[in-house]
C-alpha cells in the first residue's frame, strides 16, 4: 500500500467543515495503509457541514493542537468549509501548525495557502 506505515493529520474545526472535503481524503488516506489524526482545538466530537448549511457527519477528534506537532506526521490534509476555515484561520495554534509544515517541506494538501494568506 502506498501510504503504509505514513502518519497524516487532518484538521476539523469543531463546526463547519464540509463533510466531503473532510471524509473523503481520510478515506482515501486510510484506504491506502495510512494512519489518520484528527486533529483540532478541542477533544469531542467534531460536527461537519455540507454546503456551509446542512449537517454532515460526526467525528471523534484524535487530538488537540497542543498535543501535536508537525514532527510527528508525515503529511497534512486542511479541508474547506467557509466556517471551518475561519475558525483554522483565526487560530494561532492552527497556522502554527500548519506553518510548520511549509517550514519543514512535507507534504499537504487543502486550504493551507488560503489558511494561511499566503500567494
Known amino acids: 500500500m502506498p501510504l503504509e506505515g505514513k ?3 487532518i484538521l476539523i474545526a469543531p463546526r463547519g467543515t464540509e463533510e466531503p ?3 473523503k ?3 482515501a488516506i486510510e484506504e ?3 494512519k489518520v489524526t484528527v486533529v483540532s482545538f478541542e477533544t469531542g ?3 461537519t457541514v455540507n454546503s456551509d448549511l446542512d449537517e454532515g457527519g460526526s467525528y471523534t477528534i484524535d487530538k488537540t493542537f497542543a498535543e501535536v506537532k508537525a514532527d510527528d506526521f508525515d503529511g497534512l490534509v486542511v479541508p474547506g468549509g467557509t466556517v471551518g476555515a475561519d475558525k483554522l484561520r483565526g487560530s494561532g ?3 502554527g501548525f500548519i506553518r510548520a ?3 519543514q517541506k512535507k507534504t499537504g494538501c487543502g486550504y493551507m495557502p488560503c489558511t494561511l494568506d499566503i500567494d
Open 21 to 23: 472535503e473532510f471524509s
Open 45 to 47: 466530537v467534531a460536527r
Open 101 to 103: 509544515f511549509f517550514d
Open 32 to 34: 491506502a495503509g495510512g
Open 7 to 9: 502518519s497524516v493529520a
Open 25 to 27: 481524503p481520510k478515506q
Open 93 to 95: 495554534e492552527a497556522i
